[in-house]
């Protein structure tokens, strides 16, 4: 089965730290850039970062630039997300999604989607 599947959310005070896990399985993960994403209720979703296949890119927005860091394991079929500094406004469920072009320029060049693990950040 062709699928994305996050790990590693959870409730963290602020200023602390979280990694999320995104492991395809039924395809190679070497061959796709890789995007998080994140959504809070009554709110579109958002992009947070992404690893680009082709060229290794680390791309981010700008409200977490400094932050956090995306990297990816081919060994193990995984893209991770370490999330430092939290903040509340950091709250939120968090998605990745797979692309197969080189520097996707929106959400709508992703073509698979995980089902999202939630991070909760608060004191």
């Known amino acids: 089965q062709v699928q994305l599947v996050e790990s590693g959310g959870g409730l963290v005070q602020p200023g602390g730290s979280l990694r999320l896990s995104c492991t395809a399985s039924?395809?190679?993960?070497?061959?796709?850039?890789i995007g998080w994403f994140r959504q809070v209720p009554g709110r579109g979703r958002e992009f947070v970062a992404s690893?680009?296949?082709?060229?290794?890119?680390?791309k981010y927005a700008d409200s977490v630039t400094g932050r956090f860091t995306v990297s990816r394991d081919n060994g193990k079929n995984t893209v991770y997300l370490q999330l430092n500094n939290l903040r509340p406004s950091d709250t939120a469920v968090y998605y990745c999604?797979?692309?197969?072009?080189?520097?996707?320029?929106?959400?709508?060049?992703?073509?698979?989607w995980g089902q999202g693990t939630q991070v909760t950040v608060s004191a």
């Open positions: 999604a797979s692309s197969g072009r080189s520097r996707p320029s929106s959400a709508y060049d992703y073509d698979l």
């Open positions: 690893h680009d296949y082709r060229d290794r890119r680390e």
């Open positions: 039924g395809f190679n993960l070497r061959l796709y850039t």
